[in-house]
């Protein structure tokens, strides 16, 4: 899963209004991190991968115990981005070594 489809699947939930919030609040970097990333046609290093997999699980359990299930299904996706996300790192960390 691109970087890209995850700020927008956030957006779309109503989390992130902004690439700067995204980037700030989700990457751990200046506010410019995305378009900079989108600009120059590059991708984020795995731990700029790991630090969002991680924000996304901490996030996912709080949303996951709320008491509204259309809260809770949007915690049950972040997981899913959140998994997707580490396989995604694991299988370019495998590519790496070889």
Do not use: W
Request: aromatic share 6%; net charge positive; charged share 25%.
């Amino acid at each position: 899963m691109k970087i890209s489809d995850v700020y927008d699947e956030l957006k779309s939930f109503g989390i992130c209004k902004s690439e700067n919030e995204f980037s700030k609040n989700y990457l751990c970097k200046d506010r410019n991190y995305l378009s900079v990333l989108r600009c120059r046609g590059s991708t984020p290093s795995i731990a700029v991968l790991m630090v969002l997999s991680t924000n996304l699980q901490q996030r996912s359990q709080v949303l996951k115990n709320s008491k509204h299930k259309s809260v809770r299904e949007v915690g049950a996706r972040l997981t899913e981005i959140h998994k997707m996300i580490i396989s995604g790192v694991l299988e370019e960390c495998a590519t790496r070594n070889h």
